[in-house]
């Protein structure tokens, strides 16, 4: 049941190729007059359904290319360490975490936006250069970036695992063993982060817990009195300033 709309969607988009094409070198008769339909301005190229066709397929991608090969991995995933470290539960909610991750993720990425739409998406659109060249030039760019945030050692896991044989340049690593790699590389920066994070909550637990256990309150949660200590703490330091800071300053 869930395939439906898939495929109701593929089924959708051959019937508009195929409509195209068929009206496509046609004429039609109206008020007395006879109107040609012929794509006479793209010949040797792909007509413009083909290229809408070749959108929808990328945007589908979209959601993939922004978990995976993005900034937005290490972003959410320090934000969710944050919240558990505070020991908030669901405060701030998840949807208001993701919608922070997504715009910093925006913002960290807007030069290498802006660097395909100018290089690679435009001059495709105007007809200058050829799909195979545009994304060439639009893949490069994220190449770039990801590698360098891609640690050595995960890239060699996964060109040895892909038994890649000549490495002579960077160039040389087939971009689907560049992704995972980079993947691994983000979650393990992450962590690391996370770690840091926690060490100042941690000690304020064991301090709270020390203390209850000493006048004899164990049936006490220390989690409802270290909570206070720890939002207050997290406030007079400017937590979120400080934190966010240092994730885009970790990109520069």
């Known amino acids: 049941m869930k395939k439906r709309p898939l495929i109701i969607l593929i089924v959708v988009l051959l019937l508009f190729l195929i409509s195209t094409q068929a009206f496509a070198n046609s004429e039609i008769s109206a008020f007395g007059k006879k109107i040609t339909i012929s794509d006479t301005e ?3 190229g792909y007509v413009t359904s083909i290229k809408i066709m070749i959108l929808l397929t990328i945007l589908s991608f979209a959601p993939a290319i922004l978990l995976t090969m993005t900034c937005f991995t290490r972003i959410i995933i320090v934000l969710h360490f944050i919240r558990t470290a505070l020991g908030t539960q669901q405060t701030p909610p998840n949807r208001v975490l993701i919608g922070l991750a997504l715009f910093l993720t925006l913002f960290v990425m807007a030069p290498i936006a802006t660097d395909i739409n100018d290089n690679a998406l435009k001059p495709y659109m105007k007809d200058e250069i050829t799909q195979n060249e ?16 891609t640690r050595n050692k995960d890239l060699a896991l996964f060109v040895n695992i892909a038994d890649v044989k000549e490495v002579s340049n960077i160039d040389d690593v087939p971009t689907v063993a560049l992704i995972p790699a ?5 979650i393990k920066t992450a962590f690391q982060i996370g770690f840091l994070i926690f060490i100042p909550f941690l000690v304020i637990d064991m301090v709270v817990a020390s203390t209850l256990m000493s006048m004899g309150m164990m049936m006490l949660p220390p989690v409802m009195i270290s909570l206070p200590f720890k939002l207050l703490l997290f406030v007079m330091v400017d937590g ?3 934190l966010i800071k240092s994730l885009i300053l970790g990109f520069k």
């Not at 545009?134 to 945030?149: E, G, Q, S, V, W």
């Not at 980079?182 to 983000?186: A, D, G, L, M, V």
């Open 42 to 44: 793209n010949k040797g």
């Open 134 to 149: 545009a994304l060439d030039k639009a893949i490069t760019p994220i190449r770039d970036y990801m590698l360098k945030y």
């Open 240 to 242: 979120w300033n400080i």
């Open 182 to 186: 980079f993947i691994i590389s983000e």
